[in-house]
């Protein structure tokens, strides 16, 4: 039975992740925080199967015993401070957990085991004022915030470790990826869940930013698929996973707005304090070479993602109103 050990498991990425590599026989492993907040509610459905391990991308000597304790065949680095416009309030933090946690975290694999696999999660956002459309695996960075700055770091330095001690160390290169598991925070789940609350009469409006925004967004329990094949080929390397389609946040807002049989026009308003010092416009990928090397393709559209995450808020909406009356 392969073991994987998982850093941010509670996350969206990480709760898909693991429940794939439970269906495939994989022994999980999964590294939280030693904290009185942490939140199983997306792993809750299979919490039981899962053995967790305190550590922290803050802390060198945890990740060096957790890998002692568990032996791992596959890392899969999920955790770090993910949400772009926060970095900008909190750079350093941000720097310390999304750039230099990847550092700590490759070393400790280098003293304990350096025959363990090891996945970046790396982040379009590294392409940020983007010189060329689509982004592949060869084009140049240029992030515009912090936490894409960070990612930049944690993405070459992960090369670094490949190129210097051999390690099996990939990473992927994801472009937006959404779920009903989204946090409220991205703008994603704050429009699908705004449109139920709208829907159900619980608020009158939803205050975005930018809505000329473009992405290339696609399902996330998609996405996890690729991230294990990359650690099932004889060679590390680094893939970019997107769907190759783009759209842009007033699209999302049509769309999910028009299934809840609403017009986004009369309740989305338009707030400041949401844009960013410094916008990436545009982004969408080439996945040419996930397709070749790793046989993997998207399976779930545009328009079925929005409509899955506005499905499951008012779901969770009308449950809760259940539960209320």
């Known amino acids: 039975m392969p073991k994987a050990l998982i850093t941010g498991i509670t996350g969206q990425d990480g709760s898909y992740l693991a429940e794939l590599l439970l269906d495939k026989g994989y022994s999980v492993v999964g590294m939280v925080r030693r904290t009185s907040t942490v939140n199983f509610e997306r792993i809750a459905h299979f919490q039981e199967d899962v053995e967790f ?14 890998l002692k304790e568990h032996e791992p065949d596959e890392v899969y680095n999920l955790a770090a401070q993910s949400f772009v416009q926060t970095s900008f309030g909190q750079p350093v933090l941000t720097g310390e957990t999304t750039a230099l946690g990847v550092t700590r975290l490759l070393d400790a694999i280098r003293i304990v085991d350096p025959t363990i ?12 004022k983007v010189v060329e459309v689509p982004q592949r695996e060869s084009t140049p960075f240029h992030p515009r915030s912090p936490y894409g700055v960070a990612k930049v770091y944690g993405h070459w330095i992960t090369v670094n470790y490949r190129e210097s001690y051999g390690l099996h160390a990939t990473s992927g290169i994801l472009f937006n990826h959404e779920s009903p598991r989204r946090g409220m925070e991205f703008v994603t789940r704050k429009i699908s869940h705004g449109a139920a609350l709208i829907k159900l009469g619980e ?7 930018n809505l000329d925004a473009q992405r290339d967004w696609g399902f996330a329990a998609d996405y996890v698929d690729a991230m294990w094949r990359m650690l099932q080929q004889p ?9 190759g389609v783009t759209h842009s946040v007033r699209d999302f807002c049509e769309v999910a707005f028009g299934h809840l049989g609403l017009d986004y026009r009369d309740h989305v308003v338009i707030d400041e304090r949401f844009i960013r010092p410094a916008e990436v416009d545009l982004l969408v990928g080439d996945h040419s070479q996930a397709r070749e090397v790793l046989g993997w393709e998207p399976t779930t559209t545009f328009e079925e993602l929005v409509v899955m995450m506005v499905d499951a808020d008012m779901a969770l909406l009308e449950g809760r109103r259940r539960g209320l009356a």
């Open 203 to 209: 608020q009158d409006s939803l205050a975005l930013g």
């Open 235 to 243: 060679e590390p390397g680094d893939y970019v996973v997107c769907s």
């Open 53 to 66: 391990v305190h550590g922290d991308l803050l802390d060198q000597i945890s990740l060096i015993d957790a």
């Open 117 to 128: 696999r090891f996945y970046q999660a790396s982040s379009s956002e590294m392409f940020g």
